[in-house]
């Protein structure tokens, strides 16, 4: 790859810290150049050149981190991402650029926003091209995590969500075959010309009904299931005032197992004050409608906003953990900057506005990361929008190198669940350690959470882990907004009594998570494991689902629901499990 020198030489010079800056910074790098990752064998290659040419002395620390962005990339999942094309947004948030061309609050300079343009939005090719980009990279593919950005999900014509859903799928399956796969990737009319077969895509404005779209999609995701590209996890972003017991119903059918949710300050003067368009009880009503149908919630939260302080900041950061109404799954903060597009550029010209230091909100985000419990996951710290579209706000490159390097420094660890996880270690010798089982159990509103996870008995590493909600109201709280509550009761298999209520029986496992291909990799140390202690960490995944079966029983659940990703079925059939509505269930009474 051409400029893979200057790439190593700048992050060289920047020193990374561990192998997930070094990730980061390579990631950055390659995003600017609208390229994906090299295999290692080329970041190799190019390092010994640099060697060889005397341009970069050899440095043993940089030579672990380019073996550990090998572990990283190989994680076993492929996570693509897939932008919507441009429609209304229902909100109306100050801080949100908008461009003609683009999905409200993406910004065309953004890489992956910048490929899904030159595609024209379509989901098939999205898909198709990178999945083969990763497989031309040495990546796997087998495993996808699904991510579709852009807007607000419920906003969009139904037709429409489950035309881009379908065609994703589509693209999955249809990769799965030699003749497709040949076609490589580029622009789809030279590869048609090259094979003389015409792309599988479909126009958005075929002829299809609504219904026949649900139907051929039902019919993908049985392919899917056994398919060489399979979808194990599907992300969707959307508002809280756009989640009903209806659209809930949609998203499962479409195979959504996340959503993204933002809430940005859970203080309703801010809110207001930045036009968010719905308050934080509606956020909560959303936030406990979604947990109790089994989705795991990702919060967006942007400390700077108007209206606020560091301090407060700090402060609405620990209500979130805090208030039983929000302990979300995953957290992404997002500091607030400016973008010229966006309403909040005039305030920040004519003085209504002004971001608070760099130094307040380092000092700030050192305080949250502290704040944050095991059982949560900051998955974001910082947006990757490029500088040169920053006119106000953070513009602290590489914030979470300096925040670790500095955190460091002070004797600070984030107890986060992805500082903990094994992929993000730098410490081999750490995991040679005894795996313990912990139970976490908090409450929300609604029902009790249990955190199941296999760690090392000082709980810095994360092998395994598993979400367990056992809840205690049926899922249709009063303030559920639009809707029929009992059509969400209906699709998630919970039987009404012959009087109309909702009989509350079934527990949910929302989340399973485990790292078994990082761990086969480093498999002198899961050899050391076996011999320590006979634990079969292949068997993560299976022993946790009963630790969990264990629990909703103990606690006179009689059924347990998984809400399981399309391409994960075939797992839990292997362990009793079968496919009722759009969960995998099970009887668990005796
Ligand atoms: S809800 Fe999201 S996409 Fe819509 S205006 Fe607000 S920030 Fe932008
Ligand atoms: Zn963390």
Same mark, same amino acid.
């Given at each position: 790859?051409?400029? +893979?020198?200057?790439?190593?030489? &700048?992050?060289?010079?920047?020193?990374?810290?561990?192998?997930?800056?070094?990730?980061?910074?390579?990631?950055?790098?390659?995003?600017?150049?609208?390229?994906?990752? @090299?295999?290692?064998?080329?970041?190799?290659?190019?390092?010994?050149?640099?060697?060889?040419? &005397?341009?970069?002395?050899?440095?043993?620390?940089?030579?672990?981190?380019?073996? &550990?962005?090998?572990?990283?990339?190989?994680?076993?999942?492929?996570?693509?991402?897939?932008?919507?094309?441009?429609?209304?947004?229902?909100?109306?948030?100050?801080?949100?650029?908008?461009?003609?061309?683009?999905?409200?609050?993406? +910004?065309?300079?953004?890489?992956?926003?910048?490929?899904?343009?030159?595609?024209?939005?379509?989901?098939?090719?999205?898909?198709?091209?990178?999945?083969?980009?990763?497989?031309?990279?040495?990546? @796997?593919?087998?495993?996808?995590? !699904?991510?579709?950005?852009?807007?607000?999900?419920?906003?969009?014509?139904?037709?429409?969500?489950?035309?881009?859903?379908? #065609?994703?799928?589509?693209? =999955?399956?249809? +990769?799965?075959?030699?003749?497709?796969?040949?076609?490589?990737?580029?622009?789809? *009319?030279?590869?048609?010309?090259?094979?003389?077969?015409?792309?599988?895509?479909?126009?958005?404005?075929?002829?299809?009904?609504?219904?026949?779209?649900?139907?051929?999609?039902?019919?993908?995701?049985?392919?899917?299931?056994?398919?060489?590209?399979?979808?194990?996890?599907?992300?969707?972003?959307?508002?809280?005032?756009?989640?009903?017991?209806?659209?809930?119903?949609?998203?499962?059918?479409?195979?959504?197992?996340?959503?993204?949710?933002?809430?940005?300050?859970? /203080?309703?003067?801010?809110?207001?004050?930045?036009?968010?368009?719905?308050?934080?009880?509606?956020?909560?009503?959303?936030?406990?409608?979604?947990?109790? $149908?089994?989705?795991?919630?990702?919060?967006?939260?942007?400390?700077?906003?108007?209206?606020?302080?560091?301090?407060? /900041?700090?402060?609405?950061?620990?209500?979130?953990?805090?208030?039983?109404?929000?302990?979300?799954?995953?957290?992404?903060?997002?500091?607030?900057?400016?973008?010229?597009?966006?309403?909040?550029?005039?305030?920040?010209? $004519?003085?209504?506005?002004?971001?608070?230091?760099?130094?307040?909100?380092?000092?700030?985000?050192? $305080?949250?990361?502290? $704040?944050?419990?095991?059982?949560?996951?900051?998955?974001?710290?910082?947006?990757?929008?490029?500088?040169?579209?920053?006119?106000?706000?953070?513009?602290?490159?590489?914030?979470?190198?300096?925040?670790?390097?500095?955190?460091?420094?002070?004797?600070?660890? =984030?107890? =986060?669940?992805? =500082?903990?996880?094994?992929?993000?270690?730098?410490?081999?010798?750490?995991?040679?350690?005894?795996?313990?089982?912990?139970?976490?159990?908090?409450?929300?509103?609604?029902?009790? #959470?249990?955190?199941?996870?296999?760690?090392?008995?000082?709980?810095?590493?994360?092998?395994?882990?598993?979400?367990?909600?056992?809840?205690?109201?049926?899922?249709?709280?009063?303030?559920?907004?639009?809707?029929?509550?009992?059509?969400?009761?209906?699709?998630?298999?919970?039987?009404?009594?012959?009087?109309?209520?909702?009989?509350? /029986?079934?527990?949910?496992?929302?989340?399973?998570?485990?790292?078994?291909?990082?761990?086969?990799? *480093?498999? #002198?140390?899961?050899?050391?494991?076996?011999?320590?202690?006979?634990?079969?960490?292949?068997?993560?995944?299976?022993?946790?689902?009963?630790?969990?079966?264990?629990?909703?029983?103990?606690?006179?659940?009689?059924?347990?629901?998984?809400?399981?990703?399309?391409?994960?079925?075939?797992?839990?059939?292997?362990?009793?499990?079968?496919?009722?509505?759009? !969960?995998?269930? &099970?009887?668990?009474?005796?």
């Amino acid at each position: 790859m051409e400029g +893979l020198e200057e790439i190593l030489l &700048k992050i060289i010079l920047q020193n990374p810290a561990n192998g997930e800056v070094f990730y980061n910074l390579l990631r950055k790098e390659t995003n600017k150049l609208k390229t994906s990752i @090299p295999p290692k064998r080329e970041l190799i290659i190019a390092y010994q050149k640099l060697i060889k040419n &005397k341009r970069a002395v050899p440095n043993k620390h940089f030579e672990f981190l380019l073996r &550990k962005a090998q572990i990283r990339t190989l994680s076993g999942v492929a996570v693509i991402t897939s932008l919507v094309k441009p429609y209304n947004c229902p909100g109306n948030c100050v801080y949100c650029p908008s461009e003609a061309r683009m999905p409200k609050s993406y +910004l065309a300079s953004e890489p992956a926003a910048a490929r899904a343009l030159g595609l024209k939005f379509n989901p098939y090719e999205q898909m198709r091209q990178r999945i083969l980009m990763l497989e031309q990279n040495g990546h @796997p593919t087998d495993k996808i995590e !699904y991510i579709i950005k852009g807007g607000s999900w419920n906003a969009y014509p139904l037709k429409y969500q489950y035309w881009f859903i379908l #065609e994703s799928f589509r693209a =999955c399956n249809e +990769l799965s075959s030699r003749t497709l796969r040949s076609k490589g990737c580029g622009d789809p *009319k030279d590869s048609q010309k090259k094979t003389g077969i015409a792309s599988s895509r479909s126009s958005e404005t075929r002829n299809d009904s609504l219904e026949q779209l649900r139907q051929q999609l039902k019919i993908e995701q049985r392919k899917n299931e056994t398919s060489k590209h399979r979808i194990i996890g599907l992300t969707l972003e959307t508002r809280p005032d756009c989640v009903t017991p209806t659209t809930i119903v949609h998203m499962r059918e479409q195979g959504c197992t996340r959503i993204e949710l933002g809430l940005q300050a859970p /203080d309703d003067k801010i809110l207001k004050l930045v036009d968010r368009g719905h308050t934080v009880q509606q956020f909560k009503d959303a936030m406990l409608l979604l947990r109790q $149908a089994g989705f795991k919630v990702d919060l967006h939260f942007m400390p700077d906003l108007p209206g606020t302080t560091a301090k407060h /900041d700090v402060e609405m950061y620990k209500l979130l953990f805090s208030d039983p109404g929000l302990k979300p799954d995953m957290v992404k903060i997002y500091p607030c900057t400016v973008i010229k597009s966006a309403p909040l550029y005039k305030w920040y010209k $004519a003085g209504k506005y002004k971001p608070y230091s760099e130094h307040k909100l380092f000092e700030a985000l050192i $305080a949250m990361k502290l $704040a944050t419990p095991r059982y949560c996951r900051i998955s974001r710290l910082i947006r990757d929008i490029p500088e040169n579209e920053i006119s106000g706000g953070n513009i602290i490159t590489n914030l979470r190198q300096h925040l670790a390097t500095e955190m460091k420094n002070r004797g600070l660890k =984030c107890q =986060c669940l992805r =500082c903990r996880e094994i992929g993000h270690q730098q410490d081999l010798r750490l995991k040679t350690e005894d795996l313990r089982l912990f139970t976490d159990k908090y409450e929300t509103t609604g029902g009790t #959470e249990y955190f199941l996870s296999y760690e090392d008995k000082n709980r810095q590493v994360v092998f395994a882990f598993l979400r367990l909600r056992l809840p205690t109201v049926i899922a249709s709280p009063a303030r559920a907004g639009r809707g029929n509550p009992n059509v969400l009761n209906t699709s998630m298999g919970i039987a009404s009594s012959p009087s109309g209520a909702s009989r509350n /029986d079934t527990a949910f496992i929302r989340e399973l998570h485990t790292y078994g291909q990082l761990m086969t990799l *480093k498999h #002198e140390h899961i050899k050391a494991l076996k011999q320590k202690n006979d634990v079969q960490h292949t068997g993560f995944g299976k022993k946790l689902v009963l630790e969990a079966e264990k629990i909703a029983k103990k606690n006179h659940y009689q059924k347990l629901s998984i809400i399981s990703g399309v391409g994960v079925r075939g797992y839990y059939r292997k362990l009793g499990y079968k496919l009722e509505k759009t !969960y995998m269930t &099970k009887k668990i009474s005796t």
